[in-house]
C-alpha cells in the first residue's frame, strides 16, 4: 500500500501547483486510479463517492510560514485558511464548509498517519502574552507527503462525534525500494515590509494640530471660554505634555484650527527631529530552514528519515520562532502475513511573542499607529538616559523595556506510531496502529524588577509546564471480494483514545538578580498545578460495493461513547451513505472520445461536534479560591445533565469530469449542510450568579456550490501550462435559537470584544451587530447616527436621524461570511524553468475594523496619535466635505460605538505566492554525481486588490481585524538537491 | 469459534468502557456534595470572603466608588483608567461598571449555596454550622446593602424607588427576577443581620478576616443610619462601642494602618499574596503618580482641594500621616500638595502591613472610628435628640486634631459630624453614600487640573439621575422583566 502510495505521490493531481519533476507530462500522472488517503484506508480517486480534495507537500514549498496551515490557503475549494497574525509561530484558523457551531470548536479534526492529533493553541502563556503558540508548528511541512481534506459526511463520518467541521488527514513520507535518495533542501528568506498600509500614523506636525484642536474645543465647548483663552489653555496643555521631551509650543491666532508651530524647549536641540518608532521596533526579518532525507529500501525495509531546522523571525524584535524536527519512517515486511510500521517524531520548538491584542503597554504595533508621538524619545533630553517613564499615551518605550523581560515558549513531542497488519488472507486484512504521542511545552515569563510588570514585586517570573499526553489504540479488520463485476470491501474496528493534560506553574517574585530567570532564586514563591483529560471509545464499520465500477454504494457507521458527556448522553450513533454513478463507463457514452471521465456522486450522513469542555456536564465545585492561607471554594458551572455533541447533517451531490485526455478536468459540488443541537452558551440573568449556560439548541445551515477547475493551456514538448482555479460560494443562516433569542456575542480574539455579532434567526453565524453610522453632517461636523425607530431629533438624507447614539436601536449591519472564496494557481515550465503563481480571493461579505476607532478618534483628549487618513478625511470648517467626524474636546464615545463607520467590504485579490525556479540540465549536475538541482525563488503577499485601504484586508476567521501584527511581504531563495 | 472470540472482547470492553469513560476533574468536584460538614462550610465560606476582596468588590471598585464619587477626589489626568467614576460618563452599553452586578450576584449566589446546603443539613440534624451561617447571612446583608446604594435611589430619598433583585435562594439557570423596592431590599438586609445577630451571639470573639457578632451589630448600625433610623443606629453604635474594640490613641493613628487586625478592626478582609492585585489594587489608585520610582502607579485619584482644606483645618491633623505629595508642580517644582493616600500600602512608610508585597494589604470594612461617628449622628438626629452625647463621641474621634476645639452639645452639628467622617474616613468607600443620603450635593474639584468631564456638571444634586448606575445591558438583554425596569436616564 505504501509503495502504491508512492508513485501516487509523483503524480500530481487536478488542484495542485508545482509538479516536482518537470521531465514528466502532466498527462501521465493524471491518473483516475489514483489512490489517496481517507478515513481508515486509501480510495481510488474514480471510485470514492465522498467528497475530498488532495493537497501534494510541493504547495508546501517556498512558503515561508511555521506551519503547514498557510500554504492551504486558496488551495481547495470549501476551505478557508486565515492568518489572524502575522506573528513568527502563531496559529491559523481553518474552517472547512462555513461555521457549524458556535460555542464548541470551529476546527477541523487532524488525523496524521492515521491517529487523531492534539492541535490549537498550546501551553497557557497566551494567558499571560496573549500571542498564541500553534502545537502544529511540530509537524515539519517538509516530512508531508499528501494531505487529504475530508470535507462531507460520507469522508468523514467514519471520525464520528469530532468530524463535523471536516477532518485533515496527514500523510507523511515514506521510503521506496530501490537506492537510497538524499534530498537537500535549504532556503533563506527576508521579510522586509508589511504586506499592506497599516493604519499609517499622521505626520507630527498634523498630530500636534488635532491634538490641539481637541484641547481648544474642550476649553470652548466644554468649559465656555474664549477663543483667546482656550488657545491659551490648550497651548499650555500642549507644553506641559512635550515639554519634558524638550518641545514647546506655539501660535500666531488663536483659533481651534491655528497651525501650531513646533520648536525645541529648553535648549533640548530636538528642534525639527522627531524619533522614528517604526524603525526602531520594525526589522528586516529572516528566515531560514534546513532539510535533509533520506529514503530508500530493500528486502522488504523501506525508510524515510529526515532532520530538519528552521529559523523564522516576526518583523517585531521580540517575535522568533524555531524548530529542529526529525522523524524516522520505517516499514517492514515479515514473511508473507506480516507488516510492522513504525513511525517516530522528535521535535521541539521555541517560540517567543508578545502582546497581540489591544494592550496600551505590550503591543508595539499598536504603540506605533495609536501611542508613540514623534515627539516622544527613548531617551531623556536632559540627562540622556534611557526614558523610563510611561509616556503620556500609556505606551512604554520597549527599547528600554524589551531588555527587562522575556518570554519563550519551548514545545518538544515525541510521537511514535506503531502499525501491525497480519494480511491474514489475500482479501483479509487486520491492522492495529497504537500511538503514544507526549507533548512538553516548557515556557517561561519573566519580567525584571525594573519592568513595569515586575517591579511592584522587584522581578516576577513564570514558569509553565503542560504535559499533554495522548494515547490511541485503533484496530481494524478489512475484507473484500469481487465477482463477476460485483466488488465489496467492508471493515469494522475498534478504537479507544485517551488524552490527558497535566499542568504546573510556579512562580517566583522577588528576584535577586536581571541575570538569572530561574523561580529558584526568587524570594517568593507560588505554584499551581491540576490536571484534566478525556477519553473516548469507539467502533466503527464501513461498507462499499460496486457493480462494474460503474455504480457504487457506500455506507459507514460509527458509534462513539465520550467522557465529555453525562453517562446518560454520551453514546452517540455516526453514519453515511453514498453513492456514485460513472456515466462514462454507460455503453451510451462510452464511446465519445473527448470525454474521459464523468461522474455523479451523492451522500448523506450524520457526524457530530463533542463540546470543547472536559467537563461541561458537571455542576463543579472548584477549588482555587483560597483565602487567608487557607483552602476556598466556589462553585464555577450550574448542572446541565442533558448536555450532547451537536451534530451535523450533510448532503453532498458532485459532479466530476474529465475531457479531452484530462486536458480539461474538474469538479462541481453542492452541498448543505444542517449543523443540529448547537451548543449555545445562552445568556442567562446575571442575577443567577452566572452569565450564561450552554444548552443544545440552534441549528446553523450551511450551503454551498464548489467548483474545482483545472486545464492544461499549452502541452508541447517542452513547454507546458497548466491553471487550475477553486471558488466555493458559500451562504450560512442561524435557523434556529434558543426561545428564538437573539444572543449577542463578541469576537472572541484577544478578549478585547474588537467587533460585536448576533445570533439571529435568519441572520448569517457571522452577523455584525451595532448602530447604523450616517456620516457627518456637513454643517457641523458632528456624527449623525439612523435611528433606525420613531426617534427623530432631525432627519439626515430622509431618515430619522440624530447626534446622540444612544437615540438609536442597534441593528444587523453586515454579514462576514462572504459571498464566495477561491483561489487561482498556474504554472508555467519551460526548459528546466518553472513560473508558479497561486492568488488568494474573496468576493462579499464585510470585514469589521476593530482598531481604526483608536486611530480615528474624534473626541477624546488622550494624548494618542492618529491615523493619517482620519487627518485627511476629518471634518473641518474649511472642509466641510470631510467624512470623518470632527474633532471635538467632549470626549465622545462614538467613535468606540460597534456600527457601520468600521465596516468595510471584505473583497480582496491577493497574489499570495510568486514562484520561478530553474532545474539545472540533468547532464550537468550528474557529473557531481547530483540527480537533481534545482533553484528557485518564492515571493509571498507581493500584491493586494481590495477596496478596504486602511490596512490588511486578509483579516481572521470573525472577518475582524484587531491590533494583531499584520502579515509581511516575504522574499525567500532556495535551492533543492537531490541525489 | 470467532464468534465466541469476538463476544468475549465486546463483553471485556462492556465492562471497561464505563470506566475508561470516566474522567474526573482534579481541581473540582461535584458541588452537590460538596458541603457535608462544618469543614466544607468553612472552605466555602473561605472561598467567599476571597471574591470579596476581588477588585470588582472591596478589594477597589466598590470602595473606590464611594470616595471618587463623593468629591473628596479628583483626577489630574484623564485616561489613566477608572476615570469613568469619577466624569460620570457611565452608560448601559460602555462603562456601565457592570463587574458590580455580575460579580455582586455570583457572590451571592455562592452565599446563597452555602445558606441552602447549611438549612438542609442542618433539618437532617446535623449540627456545627451556626457560626458559618451566621456569618454568611451577614455578608449576604452586607453585599446586598452595597449593591442597592449602587442601582437603587437613597432608602432616605425614595424607598418606593427600584432597587435589585432580591435573591435570598439560589436560582435555575432560566430564572428572571426583576427588581423588588428599596425598602424591600432594606427589610431583606435587616432580617438577615438580625438572624445573623442570634447565631453568632455564642461566640463574640473578633473574628480574623470573618464578619462575626461585633461586624453583623455594626453593619446593622450602618444599615439603620442610612434608613434615618437613628435611634436603631445608636442602639446598635452603642453595643458595638461596648465590645471588645477600642480606639487607636491619636499617637498610634498612622501605624494603625501598617498593622494586620488592630484594636479598631471590627471587620477586616484579609489580602494575602495569592489576593494581592499587585499594581491594580487599592493601594496603587491612591499612590503618588510614579510613586518610589514605580511607572506603574499612574496617580489615579487624589484628594480634592476641598478634602486637603477641611483637614488643613488643623495642620497637625495626625491623619496627615497617611497623606504624601502628589504630582503636582509648578515650573518644575513640586507644590507639595498632599493629595497622595497611602491607608492601603501600610501607611506613609509604604511597607505595606507586613506582608511580602506593600500592596496584599487588609482591607478594613469596618473600624470603631465609624461606630463613633454613628454614634454622633444618630444621638443627634434621634427622635430625643442628644446633643451631649453626640459631641462626645464625636470628640474621641475629634482627638485626632489637637488644634481643634472640642465639640460642645452647642456647637456639634451634623456638618461637623459629616466633615468628621469625611477626615476620618477618606478612602474607606463612604464620602458619596453619606452625602446623599442627608441629602447634601456634591462639588468636585474639576479645576484642579481642568480635565474634561462630560457625564455632570460640577456641581450634582442628590437626586441626580447618574448618580446610581445603570442595570449592565447583558442583563437588559437576558432578562426581560429587568428590561424593563432600567434606571431613568439610561
Same mark, same amino acid.
Do not use: F, M, Q
Given at each position: 500500500m505504501k509503495r502504491l502510495l508512492l508513485t501516487v505521490a509523483l503524480a500530481t493531481e487536478g488542484i495542485l501547483c508545482l509538479a516536482q519533476n518537470p521531465t514528466k507530462t502532466l498527462a501521465d500522472t493524471l491518473s483516475l486510479d489514483e489512490v489517496f488517503v481517507v478515513a481508515y484506508g486509501t480510495a481510488k480517486k474514480s471510485s470514492y463517492s465522498g467528497s475530498a480534495s488532495v493537497v501534494r507537500s510541493e504547495v508546501l514549498q517556498g512558503v515561508p510560514a511555521a506551519s503547514f496551515e498557510g500554504a492551504l490557503g486558496g488551495r481547495v475549494a470549501g476551505l478557508q485558511v486565515t492568518t489572524p497574525s502575522g506573528q513568527a509561530g502563531s496559529m491559523p484558523q481553518m474552517r472547512i464548509r462555513g461555521i457549524g457551531s458556535m460555542n464548541a470548536s470551529n476546527e477541523p479534526l487532524y488525523v496524521i498517519d492515521g491517529v487523531p492529533v492534539n492541535s490549537g493553541d498550546g501551553g497557557q502563556m497566551s494567558d499571560y502574552t496573549y500571542s498564541t503558540n500553534n502545537?502544529?508548528?511540530?509537524?515539519?511541512?517538509?516530512?508531508?507527503?499528501s494531505i487529504s481534506v475530508l470535507k462531507d459526511a460520507a469522508a468523514s463520518s467514519l471520525y464520528g462525534s469530532r468530524a463535523a467541521n471536516g477532518v485533515i488527514l496527514i500523510t507523511t513520507k515514506t521510503g521506496k525500494e530501490g537506492r537510497p535518495t538524499v534530498r537537500l533542501n535549504m532556503s533563506v528568506g527576508i521579510t522586509p515590509s508589511w504586506a499592506t498600509r497599516n493604519y499609517e500614523a499622521a505626520g507630527v506636525q498634523e498630530q500636534v494640530n488635532m491634538l490641539y484642536t481637541v484641547f481648544h474645543d474642550y476649553a470652548v465647548t466644554g468649559q465656555g471660554k474664549s477663543e483667546a483663552d482656550a488657545n491659551v489653555a490648550a497651548l499650555n496643555r500642549l507644553n506641559s505634555k512635550f515639554n519634558k521631551h524638550g518641545y514647546q509650543f506655539s501660535t500666531t491666532e488663536t483659533g481651534a484650527y491655528a497651525p501650531v508651530t513646533i520648536s525645541e524647549y529648553d535648549h533640548s536641540g530636538r528642534e525639527g527631529r522627531y524619533f522614528d518608532w517604526d524603525d526602531a521596533y520594525f526589522r528586516t526579518a529572516v528566515y531560514q530552514t534546513y532539510d535533509l532525507s533520506v529514503s530508500g529500501g530493500q528486502n522488504g525495509t523501506t525508510y524515510y528519515a529526515s532532520l530538519s531546522y528552521t529559523d523564522d523571525q516576526g518583523r517585531l524584535r521580540m517575535n522568533a520562532f524555531n524548530r529542529y524536527s526529525g522523524r524516522v519512517n520505517v516499514n517492514q515486511r515479515i514473511g508473507k502475513l506480516f507488516e510492522l510500521g513504525t513511525n517516530v517524531t522528535v521535535s521541539r520548538t521555541s517560540r517567543s511573542g508578545y502582546n497581540d491584542s489591544r494592550n496600551t503597554g505590550s503591543n508595539l504595533f499598536m504603540q506605533t499607529r495609536?501611542?508613540?508621538?514623534?515627539?516622544?524619545?527613548?531617551?531623556?533630553?536632559?540627562?540622556?538616559e534611557e526614558w523610563t517613564a510611561r509616556y503620556g499615551s500609556y505606551a512604554q518605550n520597549a527599547l528600554y523595556y524589551d531588555h527587562e523581560w522575556d518570554n519563550q515558549a519551548t514545545t518538544l513531542r515525541t510521537a511514535i506510531t506503531e502499525t501491525a497488519q497480519l494480511h491474514l488472507l489475500p482479501s483479509l486484512n487486520i491492522k492495529s496502529i497504537f500511538s503514544y504521542d507526549h507533548t512538553t511545552s516548557a515556557e517561561s515569563l519573566y519580567y525584571g524588577a525594573n519592568h513595569f510588570n515586575g517591579s511592584s514585586v522587584n522581578g516576577r517570573i513564570h514558569e509553565f509546564r503542560t504535559l499533554y499526553a495522548k494515547m490511541v489504540s485503533s484496530t481494524t479488520v478489512d475484507w473484500h471480494w469481487s465477482h463477476e463485476g460485483h466488488g465489496l470491501a467492508l471493515l469494522a474496528g475498534f478504537e479507544a483514545e485517551k488524552n490527558t493534560t497535566d499542568f504546573t506553574r510556579s512562580t517566583g517574585e522577588n528576584l535577586p538578580t536581571s541575570t538569572l530567570h530561574t523561580v529558584g532564586t526568587a524570594g517568593t514563591l507560588s505554584a499551581n498545578g491540576y490536571s484534566w483529560g478525556n477519553s473516548m471509545v469507539s467502533i466503527l464499520s464501513k461498507a462499499d460495493y460496486n457493480w462494474e465500477e460503474r455504480y457504487f454504494l457506500s455506507a459507514s457507521w460509527r458509534r462513539d461513547g465520550s467522557s465529555r458527556l453525562s453517562p446518560d448522553t454520551r453514546w452517540g450513533n455516526f453514519w453515511s451513505v453514498s453513492g456514485a454513478w460513472?456515466?462514462?463507463?454507460?455503453s451510451f457514452l462510452e464511446n465519445v472520445g473527448w470525454l474521459n471521465n464523468l461522474r455523479l456522486r451523492a451522500s448523506y450522513g450524520i457526524n457530530g461536534t463533542l463540546p470543547s469542555d472536559d467537563y461541561g456536564y458537571m455542576n463543579l465545585m472548584s477549588y482555587?479560591?483560597?483565602y487567608m492561607g487557607n483552602p476556598g471554594s466556589e462553585v464555577v458551572s450550574p448542572v446541565n445533565n442533558s448536555l450532547t455533541w451537536e451534530s451535523n447533517h450533510t448532503l453532498n451531490l458532485g459532479l466530476d469530469f474529465g475531457f479531452w485526455g484530462n486536458r480539461l478536468r474538474g469538479t462541481v459540488e453542492y452541498y448543505n449542510r444542517v449543523s443540529e443541537n448547537l451548543l449555545q452558551d445562552v445568556p442567562i440573568s446575571q442575577i443567577t450568579g452566572f452569565s450564561s449556560t450552554l444548552r443544545n439548541l440552534g441549528r446553523i445551515r450551511n450551503s454551498g456550490i464548489e467548483v474545482e477547475l483545472g486545464g492544461d493551456i499549452i502541452r508541447t514538448g517542452n513547454l507546458l501550462w497548466d491553471a487550475t482555479a477553486n471558488i466555493s460560494f458559500l451562504s450560512s443562516r442561524v435557523t434556529d435559537l434558543y426561545n428564538g433569542a437573539d444572543i449577542i456575542w463578541y469576537d472572541p480574539t484577544g478578549s478585547d470584544d474588537r467587533a460585536q455579532f448576533i445570533y439571529r434567526e435568519g441572520e448569517s453565524p457571522l452577523a455584525f451587530y451595532g448602530y447604523e453610522w450616517a456620516g457627518v453632517d456637513p454643517q457641523n461636523g458632528k456624527t449623525v447616527w439612523y435611528t433606525n425607530n420613531d426617534n427623530a431629533p432631525f432627519t439626515f438624507n430622509g431618515r430619522n436621524a440624530s447626534y446622540d447614539y444612544r437615540d438609536a436601536d442597534e441593528v444587523v449591519i453586515g454579514n462576514a461570511v462572504p459571498f464566495a472564496t477561491g483561489g487561482l494557481s498556474t504554472t508555467l515550465r519551460w526548459n528546466g524553468f518553472d513560473f508558479g503563481a497561486h492568488f488568494l480571493f474573496k468576493l462579499g461579505g464585510k470585514l469589521y475594523d476593530g482598531a481604526y476607532k483608536d486611530v480615528a478618534d /474624534?473626541?477624546?483628549?488622550?494624548e494618542r496619535i492618529r491615523a493619517q487618513s482620519y487627518y485627511d478625511d476629518m471634518w473641518t470648517p474649511t472642509h466641510t466635505d470631510g467624512t470623518q467626524p470632527a474633532l471635538s474636546g467632549m470626549d465622545l464615545e462614538d467613535s468606540m460605538q460597534y456600527s457601520t463607520r468600521h465596516l468595510h467590504n471584505a473583497t480582496f485579490l491577493r497574489l499570495k505566492n510568486l514562484s520561478l525556479g530553474y532545474t539545472l540540465p540533468r547532464a550537468l549536475t550528474r557529473r557531481v554525481c547530483i540527480q537533481r538541482a534545482r533553484v528557485y525563488t518564492t515571493a509571498s503577499n507581493l500584491f493586494t486588490l481590495s477596496?478596504?485601504?486602511?490596512? /490588511?484586508?486578509?483579516?481572521?476567521a470573525f472577518g475582524t481585524r484587531g491590533w494583531e501584527t499584520p502579515l509581511g511581504k516575504s522574499f525567500v531563495f532556495g535551492i533543492e538537491l537531490q541525489f | 469459534m470467532k464468534r465466541i472470540v469476538i463476544l468475549v472482547i465486546a463483553s471485556v470492553l462492556a465492562v471497561s468502557c464505563n470506566d475508561f469513560l470516566d474522567m474526573q476533574p482534579t481541581r473540582s468536584a461535584n458541588a452537590s456534595q460538596a458541603i457535608g460538614t462544618p469543614d466544607d462550610a468553612q472552605v466555602a465560606l473561605n472561598g467567599i470572603m476571597r471574591s470579596l476582596t476581588g477588585a470588582s468588590l472591596y478589594g477597589r471598585n466598590l470602595m473606590l466608588y464611594g470616595d471618587v464619587r463623593g468629591g473628596d477626589l479628583t483626577i489630574y489626568s484623564a485616561g489613566r483608567g477608572l476615570d469613568g467614576l469619577y466624569s460620570f460618563n457611565h452608560s448601559a452599553t460602555s462603562n456601565s461598571f457592570g463587574g458590580f452586578w455580575s460579580e455582586g450576584f455570583f457572590v451571592l449566589m455562592q452565599v446563597n449555596n452555602l445558606i441552602e446546603n447549611i438549612r438542609s443539613l442542618q433539618d437532617e440534624g446535623k449540627t456545627g454550622f451556626n457560626q458559618h451561617l451566621g456569618m454568611a447571612l451577614t455578608v449576604r446583608a452586607m453585599l446586598t446593602f452595597d449593591l442597592v446604594r449602587l442601582y437603587g435611589r437613597p432608602y432616605t430619598q425614595d424607598p418606593t424607588a427600584l432597587g435589585i433583585p432580591d435573591v435570598r435562594r439560589t436560582l435555575s439557570a432560566e430564572e428572571t427576577l426583576g427588581r423588588v423596592t428599596v425598602g424591600e431590599n432594606y427589610a431583606a438586609i435587616l432580617d438577615d443581620l438580625r438572624e445573623g445577630e442570634s447565631l453568632l451571639a455564642a461566640d463574640k470573639a473578633q473574628k480574623k478576616g470573618y464578619p462575626g457578632y461585633y461586624a453583623n451589630l455594626a453593619l446593622q448600625a450602618r444599615v439603620s443610619l442610612f434608613m434615618a433610623d437613628y435611634d436603631t443606629a445608636l442602639s446598635r453604635a452603642k453595643a458595638v462601642i461596648a465590645g471588645p474594640f477600642t480606639l487607636y490613641e491619636p499617637a498610634n493613628w498612622c501605624a494603625s494602618w501598617a498593622q494586620q487586625w488592630g484594636s479598631e478592626s471590627i471587620f477586616e478582609l484579609g489580602v494575602d499574596s495569592e489576593a494581592d492585585l499587585t499594581t491594580s489594587s487599592l493601594g496603587y489608585y491612591y499612590m503618588c503618580y510614579h510613586f518610589a520610582g514605580l511607572t506603574t502607579a499612574m496617580g489615579w485619584f487624589l484628594a480634592s482641594d476641598y478634602f486637603l482644606n477641611r483637614l488643613g483645618e488643623d495642620p497637625d491633623d495626625v491623619r496627615w500621616g497617611v497623606m504624601g505629595i502628589d504630582e503636582s508642580v509648578e515650573k518644575g517644582e513640586s507644590l507639595n500638595r498632599q493629595g497622595a493616600c497611602y491607608k492601603y500600602v501600610g501607611g506613609a512608610p509604604a511597607l505595606g502591613d507586613g506582608k511580602e508585597t506593600r500592596t496584599a494589604v487588609n482591607i478594613k470594612l469596618i473600624r470603631l472610628s465609624e461606630m463613633y461617628l454613628i454614634a454622633a449622628e444618630a444621638a443627634l438626629n434621634a427622635k430625643t435628640p442628644d446633643a451631649q452625647a453626640a459631641a462626645g463621641y464625636l470628640n474621641e474621634i475629634r482627638r485626632r486634631s489637637p488644634n481643634l476645639a472640642p465639640a460642645t452639645a452647642a456647637t456639634v452639628s451634623d456638618d461637623m459630624i459629616l466633615d468628621e467622617r469625611s477626615k476620618e474616613l477618606f478612602g474607606e468607600g463612604h464620602r458619596f453614600f453619606d452625602q446623599i443620603r442627608r441629602g447634601r450635593s456634591i462639588e468636585f474639584n474639576d479645576d484642579f487640573q481642568d480635565v474634561p468631564v462630560s457625564g455632570r456638571q460640577k456641581v450634582i444634586t442628590p437626586d441626580y439621575q447618574r448618580n446610581i448606575l445603570p442595570i449592565p445591558q447583558s442583563e437588559i438583554h437576558a432578562n426581560p422583566v429587568i428590561a424593563k425596569q432600567q434606571n431613568p436616564g439610561y
Open positions: 502545537l502544529l508548528n511540530n509537524l515539519n511541512p517538509d516530512d508531508i507527503e495609536n501611542l508613540l508621538w514623534g515627539l516622544y524619545w527613548p531617551t531623556d533630553y536632559k540627562t540622556g460513472r456515466l462514462n463507463r454507460e482555587g479560591n483560597a /474624534d473626541g477624546y483628549y488622550w477596496s478596504y485601504h486602511e490596512a /490588511d484586508p486578509e483579516v481572521n | -
